[in-house]
């Protein structure tokens, strides 16, 4: 979500989500990988030990990674339906 003109504290969400625990915490872990290896480190990191919503910020981007219940819970993207958006879908291998 395209959140530049909507919010002071980030330019960028972006949300994802797993049917399990496990399964959050191995998306989070995943984006901590593959950002390190880009350099980036997490700036703060909160949820992780619970795993029904993970927040991992990276300063400008902000991912969350939140269990199925949770993020239909919460609703997210209802609280700024008006946010550009963009789809990301996995690639083949």
């Known amino acids: 979500m395209d959140m530049a003109r909507r919010s002071s504290f980030c330019?960028?969400?972006v949300l994802a989500?797993?049917?399990?625990?496990?399964?959050?915490?191995?998306i989070a872990d995943s984006?901590?990988?593959?950002?390190?290896?880009?350099?980036?480190?997490?700036?703060?990191?909160?949820?992780?030990?619970?795993?029904?919503?993970?927040?991992?910020d990276y300063g400008d981007v902000v991912?969350?990674?939140?269990?199925?219940?949770?993020?239909?819970f919460y609703a997210l993207e209802t609280l700024w339906g008006d946010a550009p958006r963009t789809a990301f879908v996995a690639k083949e291998q």
């Open 11 to 13: 330019s960028h969400f």
């Open 31 to 56: 984006i901590e990988t593959a950002l390190e290896a880009e350099g980036l480190r997490v700036i703060h990191k909160e949820g992780y030990q619970d795993g029904l919503w993970v927040l991992l």
């Open 17 to 26: 989500s797993a049917p399990s625990t496990v399964r959050v915490k191995t």
């Open 63 to 72: 991912a969350h990674v939140f269990h199925e219940d949770t993020r239909k």
